[in-house]
């Protein structure tokens, strides 16, 4: 990873410009050293097309395994598409533009690899989202559709979960 893009993308919100703020806002690439289709604004950073699906999935996997367990001093972190207005450290993410990432770009050859890697010889367990891609929606719902001109998401509506034990905010 080149430290300078990951640099620009500082604590971004994972999504694309105009959606927190106006996109009159927005640079493209990110960085000049990144790639072309990358994008930041004050609020939010873009990563390329190419891996756009695997940073979503992996954000979808990390929201769920690290649920902010107190006995082991684990952070909660959070998808959501009405972030506070001060986001904390662990909102990383506009639940809608995961959503729509992943159905944008499904899991590749490479990445289902890397998933068997990681659960070979790291971690001992896999990110269901790469296995099973349709349980994203289950679990997490449908994307809403961004109101435009920078004003966000619609909060007023869950995103139609199916899980019940999730609220899809």
Do not use: K
């Not at 105009?18 to 009159?24: N, R, T, W, Y």
């Amino acid at each position: 990873a080149d430290w300078n893009v990951n640099s620009a993308r500082s604590n971004r919100f994972f999504s694309e410009c105009g959606i927190a703020e106006s996109v009159s806002n927005c640079v493209i690439p990110a960085n000049v050293e990144a790639d072309s289709s990358t994008s930041r604004d004050t609020d939010t950073f873009m990563p390329p097309t190419n891996v756009r699906g695997d940073v979503a999935r992996s954000i979808l996997y990390m929201t769920l395994r690290y649920d902010g367990d107190p006995d082991s001093n684990e952070e909660d972190l959070t998808i959501t598409d009405c972030p506070d207005e001060n986001p904390s450290e662990t909102e990383m993410a506009f639940l809608s533009q995961m959503l729509q990432w992943h159905m944008d770009d499904p899991p590749s050859a490479e990445e289902i690899q890397r998933n068997e890697n990681i659960c070979t010889h790291y971690q001992g367990n896999r990110n269901p989202f790469v296995d099973m891609p349709d349980l994203v929606s289950y679990y997490y719902g449908v994307p809403r559709a961004p109101l435009g001109d920078g004003r966000g998401y619609d909060c007023s509506t869950p995103n139609n979960v199916s899980n019940p034990s999730s609220d899809g905010r």
